[in-house]
Nanobody
Framework: QVELVESGGGSVQAGGSLSLSCAAL????????MGWFRQAPGKEREGVAT???????IYADSVKGRFTISLDNGKNAIYLRMNSLKPEDTGMYYC?????????????????WGLGTQVTVSS
């Protein structure tokens, strides 16, 4: 079992920046792929970005050029730097991990999920 602990998030005006962090506790061999997902009220959960432990990264088209995902293998943690935020980026952001690499997009079948952290972008 993997426990994912998220931190960061908050409220910011459009054009601002926020950073999210996620640490995977216990069983690091189950985190071959980690990622960030988000869900806005009334909408389905969607992928934001994923990163494999070999460094392979996939971004959703909506965040390319604005968001950066990174991995610290030593700490078994991932980070999401979000720049040029837009009101449509508002939602609950979830960290997820899976023992299988992410090779195709979109992909939501991650085995482990965090509790989520809220990101609110006002216009």
């Amino acid at each position: 079992q993997v426990e994912l602990v998220e931190s960061g998030g908050g409220s910011v005006q459009a054009g601002g920046s926020l950073s999210l962090s996620c640490a995977a506790l216990r069983n690091p061999f189950s985190t071959y792929s980690m990622g960030w997902f988000r869900q806005a009220p009334g909408k389905e959960r969607e992928g934001v970005a994923t990163i494999n432990n070999d460094g392979h990264i996939i971004y959703a088209d909506s965040v390319k050029g604005r968001f950066t995902i990174s991995l610290d293998n030593g700490k078994n943690a991932i980070y999401l730097r979000m720049n040029s935020l837009k009101p449509e980026d508002t939602g609950m952001y979830y960290c997820a991990a899976d023992p299988r690499w992410t090779l195709r997009w979109p992909r939501l079948d991650f085995a482990y999920w965090g509790l989520g952290t809220q990101v609110t972008v006002s216009s």
